[in-house]
């Protein structure tokens, strides 16, 4: 089968305005030829001519390289980003003038680039706004050789997409404490173990501890100054892992009014980074996003690329099992169009050892906590109070 790309690039040089301004040539000239209609003769021969005048304009070839800059690349919603734009003419000869254009989001940043000298740069700088939470795409970086009409254009993609991460705001909240399953490299508790990572004191051997854990050392020396057979154990503390994992309803029944979907974004997003501040590891899961491990940065990010779905609160917190099986904390966030059951559902798929909450986004009632099937409730309706009912709940 023969190679399309070059037809297609060949094809693509002809713009939308090309083919129409072709079409009615074409169809105007096939018109006068059998009608003998001077006027449309006339019609076809000036779409020809223009066609002919915008040729000359793809002349010229366009070696340059583009950098695109964003800083920083991850923001806050509400903030700006900067961007900026660097052209540079790596060929031996001049540049001929020509256009530039930086898609930003729905938006298209154009701009004219004038002729440059060999080794010459040219920079534009612009400013990326940000409302609300989510990802700006920025990019590719395209010339654009043509002519003024859009008839004819042979576009060069220099730069690949550029991506800036609008996380949303976030709520200051106070430690949410150790977590529960044991790890090598846990938080220590105030637990006594027989066995794992931190050394705490010695005391006499009893019947059935582990001989691995006789301190042979210490032993010799009390029988050496006592005169009495005495063996000593170490005794270690117990320490736990800490790792919260945030699941998210997708779905967007659970959702009435979008903004309470935003509002349980913002909610996850604080929890994580508290939770990071805490040295926990941190997950999340909401529908297709899901990401886990010590990186904070992971969990947010995910956290502005989620999105309405239809995964659903169970099977987001089976797989939010598989994603991260050591949590030791867990919070279930959905919104007023969820029932319950689904709550307890997708908290059933955690071990019992893991401690639960349920935040129920409802801005239409009021914050409070409750208890349902052994599972502690938030019932948040307003932003600010998350740190309040937290302060209550997670101890």
């Keep these: 089968m023969a190679d399309t790309k070059p037809l297609d690039q060949i094809l693509g040089i002809v713009k939308p ?5 072709l079409g009615i040539g074409v169809g105007a000239a096939l018109v006068a030829q059998t009608a003998h209609w001077r006027e449309l003769g006339v019609i076809a021969a000036a779409c020809l001519l223009l066609l002919v005048l915008a040729a000359p304009f793809l002349l010229g070839r366009t070696n340059v390289r583009v950098d695109l800059g964003l800083e ?9 980003a900067a961007a900026s734009v660097l052209v540079t003419n790596t060929a031996g000869r001049r540049l001929l003038p020509t256009t530039l254009e930086v898609p930003v989001g729905s938006a298209v940043h154009r701009y004219g680039i004038g002729s ?3 080794g010459a740069g040219n920079e534009e700088t612009f400013t990326i706004r940000t409302e609300r939470r989510g990802v700006i795409p920025v990019g590719p970086a395209i010339t654009r050789r043509g002519d003024p009409l859009g008839i004819f254009s042979r576009d060069v993609t220099w730069t690949p997409v550029r991506e800036v991460l609008v996380r949303p705001p976030l709520l200051p909240l106070e430690s949410l404490g150790a977590g529960l399953l044991r790890d090598l490299e846990g938080v220590s508790t105030d637990a006594i173990s027989q066995s794992d990572l931190a050394f705490h004191a010695l005391r006499e051997y009893a019947p059935g501890d582990d001989l691995r854990h006789i301190h042979w050392r210490s032993s010799a020396k009390v029988m050496a100054s006592t005169g009495e057979s005495a063996l000593l154990v170490r005794q270690y503390l117990d320490t736990r892992r800490s790792h919260a994992t945030l699941v998210v309803e997708d779905q967007l029944s659970a959702w009435p009014d979008p903004d309470d979907f935003e509002m349980a974004m913002a909610v996850a997003a604080s929890i994580a980074v508290r939770a990071i501040l805490d040295d926990f590891e941190v ?3 909401c529908g297709k996003q899901a990401s886990s491990g010590a990186d904070g940065h992971l969990a947010l990010d995910s956290v502005c690329r989620a ?8 099977n987001t917190g089976r797989r939010a099992v598989s994603v991260a099986p050591d949590t030791s904390l867990c919070f279930f966030i959905t919104g007023p169009g969820c029932e319950f059951r ?27 906590v409750s208890e349902a099937g052994g599972l502690p409730v938030l019932h948040l309706a307003a932003k600010d109070d998350l740190a309040g009912l937290l302060r209550w709940s997670v101890r």
């Excluded at 305005?17 to 301004?21: A, T």
């Excluded at 920083?72 to 700006?80: L, Q």
């Excluded at 689904?342 to 409070?368: H, K, M, N, T, Y």
Aim: aromatic share 10%.
């Design 17 to 21: 305005v090309g083919w129409v301004i």
């Design 72 to 80: 920083p690349e991850r923001v806050m919603a509400g903030e700006s």
């Design 116 to 118: 440059l000298a060999p």
């Design 283 to 285: 997950s999340f899961v």
């Design 307 to 314: 999105d309405f779905g239809n995964v659903g609160l169970v």
């Design 342 to 368: 689904d709550v307890q559902r997708a908290s059933a798929a955690f071990p019992p050892e893991v401690r639960r909450f349920a935040i129920l986004i409802d801005p239409a009632g009021r914050s409070r």
